[in-house]
């Protein structure tokens, strides 16, 4: 069977990010994670990772209110007959409407879009009248406003800006891969942004944190995981959460995030019995995987405790795939560019294994 996961096969080489699986090490641009997660607004992220790959980058002084002049302009691209989608099929509809190009105004577009239109799409399915960007505010604090219609309070915007940045980019996942595969062919920025949204979409890659609190919802108190566990992993499901392609220990992320959980519950924004839940569930979770997969280690990855920040941030749970978009267009963009700049076609072999035609055996 041929290795059609393509696992360990290094098929790009670059300067965004280095994921290392055997430590549970995430470098970002020459920075460890956990020298920006927390510490970095998400325009800061940007400019470390787009540094470069556009001539006419506003620096990072003006980057935050470029950022939202462009929030402002994609607003109208806005439709409300595609807020009758699921959200992240709504979003990438409304992106689709972005000429191509491999610009800079392009890519603070692309940048821009997935904030403003999932936040228009939750408010439309509300009956309510999506709320205009505000240019004067940073991206982050923009979204939480945008959405909820009420200013959002510092502790909010930080632990949204600690996700975004933290989900910027991770080497060469399935979405990121895709972005590069298109931008490969020249076909421009829109094109590899709207393959990398469909790639994300799916539940094994970005569609995974919803089904997290599915899960906790159906587990409903600490002394059931055991339980609910053994019978879905009896049953052949995968648990949301756990596992990852290239980590073997546990992804450095979750830490990250479960910190950025913490420092938004010191403000008494988070319910803490839902923590303790998760917390009992992952411990559970873990001893079980690790008994059923002795000789595969299964560890809590990113979107275990993407599901509980992103749903004390009020967050539904149908738009989580939209956030995790808001956060990763700009890893998809940098990612997009550098195989442009540096890289060729992208054009894999493939072995035959059908049947041959008898006059040509
Ligand atoms: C993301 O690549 C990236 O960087 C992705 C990402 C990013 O930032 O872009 O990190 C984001 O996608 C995180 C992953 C989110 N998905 C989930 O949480 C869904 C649950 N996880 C799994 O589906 C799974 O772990 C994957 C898809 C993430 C990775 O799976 P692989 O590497 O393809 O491993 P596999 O399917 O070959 O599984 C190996 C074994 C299997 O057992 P056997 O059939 O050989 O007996 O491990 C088992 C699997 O059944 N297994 C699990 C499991 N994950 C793997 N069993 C139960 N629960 C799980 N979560």
């Not at 430590?23 to 800061?44: K, M, N, P, T």
């Not at 992103?310 to 998809?332: H, I, K, Q, S, Y």
Request: net charge neutral; with cysteine.
């Amino acid at each position: 069977m041929p290795n059609n996961g393509m696992d360990d096969v290094v098929a790009a080489e670059t300067v965004l990010s280095d994921v290392d699986g055997s430590a549970g090490r995430l470098i970002l641009r020459g920075y460890s994670l956990d020298d920006l997660a927390g510490v970095a607004r998400y325009e800061d992220m940007l400019s470390i990772l787009l540094a470069g790959f556009f001539p006419d980058l506003p620096d990072e002084k003006r980057l935050p209110a470029a950022l939202g002049a462009t929030r402002r302009d994609v607003a109208a691209l806005i439709r409300t007959d595609d807020a009758a989608l699921p959200p992240i099929e709504a979003v990438r509809a409304m992106m689709a409407r972005i000429p191509d190009g491999e610009d800079c105004e392009t890519a603070l577009k692309l940048i821009a879009a997935p904030a403003v239109f999932t936040a228009a799409v939750l408010r439309l399915r509300r009956g309510l009248a999506p709320l205009a960007p505000d240019e004067s505010a940073t991206h982050a604090a923009d979204i939480l406003r945008m959405i909820e219609g009420a200013t959002p309070g510092p502790e909010r915007v930080a632990a949204l800006d600690a996700y975004l940045v933290t989900v910027s980019d991770h080497g060469l996942n399935a979405s990121t891969f895709a972005a590069r595969v298109v931008a490969s062919t020249r076909a421009g920025l829109t094109s590899a942004v709207l393959a990398a949204i469909s790639a994300l979409k799916g539940p094994l890659h970005g569609g995974a944190p919803g089904p997290v609190l599915d899960a906790l919802d159906s587990i409903g108190a600490p002394d059931r995981a055991e339980e609910w566990l053994e019978s879905a992993v009896a049953q052949g499901e995968r648990l949301m959460g756990f596992g990852h392609r290239v980590y073997r220990v546990r992804d450095p992320r979750a830490d990250a995030l479960k910190a950025a959980l913490a420092r938004l519950a010191r403000s008494g924004g988070v319910d803490l019995s839902r923590v303790a839940l998760a917390e009992a569930v992952e411990r559970a979770a873990l001893t079980l995987l690790k008994r059923k997969k002795p000789d595969r280690p299964l560890d809590t990855n990113v979107e275990f405790y993407t599901a509980l920040l992103l749903e004390a941030l009020n967050m539904p749970r149908d738009a989580f795939t939209c956030v995790f978009a808001m956060g990763r267009v700009g890893g998809w963009i940098a990612h997009a560019r550098e195989q442009v700049l540096n890289g060729r076609l992208i054009r894999p072999k493939s072995r035959y294994i059908g049947p041959i035609p008898k006059e040509a055996a």
